[in-house]
């Protein structure tokens, strides 16, 4: 009877929680829209080193007012790209390269990328300024990330990286390791 009253309980409390759906900002789509499944991204170093980075899969997940209120009352869009790099035919490592749930504050979300060693993640919404690159003219709102804003540095093994640079339209375009050799993106496929 206990279990009976508990599971009435539950459903009460259930029924009556709002679900509120929420959806991404236009500004957010930018940080996942350019990158597709069998996406190929190859990058040139000033060693003429080739390292090519793989779409390997595309995760999309739209609200439905399906929440769960012991969690959340928020149902959210989520996106979550992966990758496979490789230095030649050398595997390094497959792992996601950029999340992003939207704001439940209505507001633009903070996106994780994630590049080899380095992660940025930032709750509270602190991206670096946005500049136009030195490299390319066309890239006009590249963000640096580097050891000084990314929280995880050492992620999946040491490879060394110091620094990488993501342009809101066209992605990942730069990274840059501790001996100061620097993938400069060449073309995407």
């Known amino acids: ?5 508990l599971i009435l309980v539950c459903l009460f409390i259930q029924s009556c929680s709002d679900c509120t759906n929420v959806y991404f900002t236009e500004n957010d789509k930018t940080w996942f829209t350019n990158y597709n499944v069998g996406d190929k991204i190859i990058f040139k170093s000033q060693l003429n080193d080739y390292d090519t980075i793989f779409i390997t899969n595309k995760v999309v997940k739209e609200p439905k007012g399906e929440c ?3 969690v959340s009352e928020f149902d959210k869009d989520f996106v979550r ?5 490789k230095k030649d035919t050398f595997k390094l490592v497959n792992d996601y390269f950029v999340q992003i749930g939207a704001n ?5 979300a903070s996106p994780v990328i994630r590049l080899l060693n380095m992660e940025y ?7 670096p300024t946005p500049k136009v690159s030195e490299l ?7 963000y640096t990330f580097d050891k000084n804003n990314c929280p995880y540095s050492n992620l999946n093994g040491k490879f060394g990286l110091t620094e990488f640079q993501w342009d809101k339209t066209y992605g990942l375009v730069s990274y840059k390791n ?3 050799e620097k993938w400069i993106l060449l073309k995407k496929e």
């Open 81 to 85: 790209v992966d990758y496979e790099i």
């Open 136 to 142: 390319n003219a066309d890239w006009k709102n590249v």
């Open 104 to 108: 439940e504050n209505l507001k633009d």
């Open 68 to 70: 769960n209120p012991f």
């Open 1 to 5: 009877m206990k279990y009976l009253i």
């Open 121 to 127: 993640s930032n709750s509270r919404n602190n991206l």
């Open 178 to 180: 501790e001996s100061g």
